[in-house]
């Protein structure tokens, strides 16, 4: 993810991509194989202790899977580490984002408000799990089973934006033609509508579609999202084929915020768009 803030904070750079088998993936596995055989261990007795087979427990020691928080919080348990896992748990679970995202998801779980403007797909934090491992199989070059299986785990966790308290913000634009792309088949497509109506429910979120007939959008630029964090400050996130860019500077995420504003004025209402997403609904 680059970064851009006329010279403040971080530099502009790409973070090199921390996949399984390397960086602090790596360096939790051998932190837990340590704690293992020092504890007098071997892989099928801590294996039933945490609850996971001995393949799991090896493939988490070699790196080779990132282990969930359940399991970190267990394993610290367990071998009476003291909180030497559970304080890799974080670092270990952005591992599970590809590298240019990870950032912004550590943002996401910490915003008060965001603002997301979509363009070609749903926003992730609107995806069913089959509409997510449709989008993810159609990826070019292609991605393994394993990787596309960690993304849709990934992505379907951070739908836990919307039980958190206190509640953010949430407002997705999106236009109609994302809603009519069958991505993955009309009953996927089914199942995706059918989703943005339960969450388009939800008291802090508010769902607006921008109709393909409108003479006047603010968006031509293509999608972004709008981060405000606590204490007010704000970002804006860009994303395009596999690079992510975030833009810090005051002037920049103040007119982001202001287009957002005027999108939204141009978008049906939420309430309008409800029925919209039921009406697409009804034509499958």
Not at 140 to 146: F, G, N, Q, S, V
Request: proline content about 5%; glycine content about 8%.
């Amino acid at each position: 993810m680059e970064y851009e803030d006329q010279g403040e904070r971080e530099p502009v750079g790409q973070r090199p991509e921390d996949e399984p088998g390397s960086g602090v993936v790596t360096a939790f596995g051998r932190q837990l194989k340590l704690l293992r055989v020092r504890a007098g261990l071997e892989r099928a007795e801590f294996g039933k202790l945490v609850g996971y087979a001995a393949q799991s427990i090896a493939s988490f020691e070699q790196g080779r899977r990132i282990p969930p928080p359940r399991f970190i919080d267990r394993a610290d348990e367990v071998l009476g580490a003291g909180g030497v896992l559970i304080a890799l748990k974080e670092e270990v679970a952005r591992a599970q984002y590809p590298a240019f995202f990870r950032d912004m998801a550590r943002l996401e779980a910490e915003a008060v408000e965001l603002c997301v403007y979509d363009t070609n797909v749903v926003n992730g934090l609107l995806q069913t799990e089959e509409y997510t491992r449709a989008l993810l199989r159609m990826r070019r070059p292609l991605l393994d089973e394993e990787t596309i299986e960690l993304r849709v785990a990934a992505r379907l966790a951070r739908h836990d934006i919307f039980h958190r308290w206190p509640a953010p913000l949430l407002s997705f634009v999106l236009e109609e033609s994302v809603l009519r792309k069958a991505l993955g088949g009309k009953a996927v497509l089914r199942g995706q509508l059918e989703q943005l109506l339960l969450i388009g429910q939800n008291r802090n979120v508010e769902l607006q579609v921008m109709p393909l007939d409108r003479e006047d959008n603010a968006g031509v630029d293509g999608p972004f999202t709008v981060i405000t964090r606590k204490g007010g400050e704000q970002l804006m996130y860009t994303e395009v084929q596999g690079r992510s860019r975030l833009l810090m500077d005051r002037n920049e995420t103040r007119l982001a915020a202001a287009r957002y504003g005027i999108i939204r004025s141009q978008a049906l209402a939420p309430r309008e768009s409800l029925r919209f997403v039921e009406k697409l609904l009804g034509e499958l």
